[in-house]
């Protein structure tokens, strides 16, 4: 796989956006037990953690800067599912209270297209959807900086090829006051849903 670089200190290619007009979709599963509790709207605003696209400024800390993970799209449903449960392969529907919430965005915003020519353009490669983390955290610092009317950053999962938002915290005023949908994972109107994504991805299900 080719390595990633470092981003440039200062971008020099305009850049390619994603629109996601106002009524996109978006889904992802939260936590609302255990030692990081969030709310289904919630940016984390602690970090940078070991998530990809973490924009926040070393070191570690909560600050101003912060983000959300969700998935889009006719697979977002496994996608999330194979994100959040890829090291253990278990989707355990207990543990920490994971809660499956679907959001249509109330306004339009612009996202940075890490899926095209996009990266190449820029100096990198498409190592920053699948390489080294650290280093998609240091283009995705950049690209922050670089790019303000960018809301954050449209990507493909490593693990479905599913499309993938990581929303900065600009992206705020673009959330609806209420979600579509909200429900426990373990409820019986998702389990169906559930027991398929494990079988297509070869999970288990506790």
Known sequence: MEELPDPPSQFSVDAILKLCSAGTRFLRVYF???????SWNGFRHHGPTTSRFDHHTEPSRTQQRGILYASAGDDAFVTAIAEL??????IDLKRDEPWLVVFDLEQSIHLLDATGHWPVRAGGNMAINSGPRSQAR??????????PDA???????SLTNGSCAALYERARGALPPRPAFNEALQ?????????????RLNYDVA
Do not use: M, N
């Open 32 to 38: 609302r037990a255990g030692k990081h509790p969030t």
């Open 85 to 90: 449960f890829q090291y253990t392969r278990l």
């Open 138 to 147: 240091k283009w995705s610092r950049a690209i922050y900086d670089g790019y």
């Open 151 to 157: 809301k954050g950053i449209w990507y493909p999962s």
């Open 187 to 199: 409820s019986a109107k998702l389990l169906p849903g559930v027991l398929e994504c494990a079988a």
